[in-house]
C-alpha cells in the first residue's frame, strides 16, 4: 500500500505519527524509511487496511463525522478496561474489540 495513505489517516483521525507507529505495529524509524520508499510491507499494509475498515465503519456510526470519531478514539470507555480505544489498536483482538464496541454503539446496546 502507498504510504501516502498513512498520512492522510493520521491527519483524518488526528493521530501523531508516533501513535501510528504504534498502531501499525512498526518503530517510527521504519516508518519513515517505508514513507522514503513510498511503499508499505505486507504486515504493516494488513493493518493499515485494518484501521482503514475500522475508520469506515466509525464514520458510519458518528454520521460522517471525523472529528467526533478522533474525539471517540482517545475517551476512556467502561467497555475497554477504562481505556481510550486508540490504546486497543496495537493488536488484532484490540482492533476487534473496538469494532465491537462500535457495532454496539451503532445498534444502541450500550451495556
Request: glycine share 6%; no cysteine.
Amino acid at each position: 500500500m502507498p504510504t501516502q495513505q498513512v498520512d492522510q489517516l493520521a491527519e483524518l483521525l488526528g493521530i501523531s505519527f508516533k501513535e501510528m507507529a504504534i498502531v501499525l505495529q512498526v518503530a517510527e524509524r521504519t516508518l519513515h524509511r517505508f514513507r522514503s520508499e513510498g511503499q508499505l510491507d505486507q504486515q504493516t499494509s494488513e493493518r493499515l487496511l485494518l484501521l482503514e475498515n475500522l475508520t469506515a465503519h466509525g464514520l458510519l456510526v458518528f454520521d460522517g463525522r471525523a472529528e467526533a470519531l478522533a474525539d471517540w478514539l482517545r475517551y476512556p470507555l467502561r467497555e475497554l478496561k477504562g481505556q481510550a480505544p486508540l490504546q486497543w489498536l496495537n493488536t488484532i483482538s484490540g482492533f476487534s474489540l473496538v469494532d465491537d464496541v462500535l457495532t454496539r454503539i451503532e445498534y444502541g446496546v450500550y451495556s
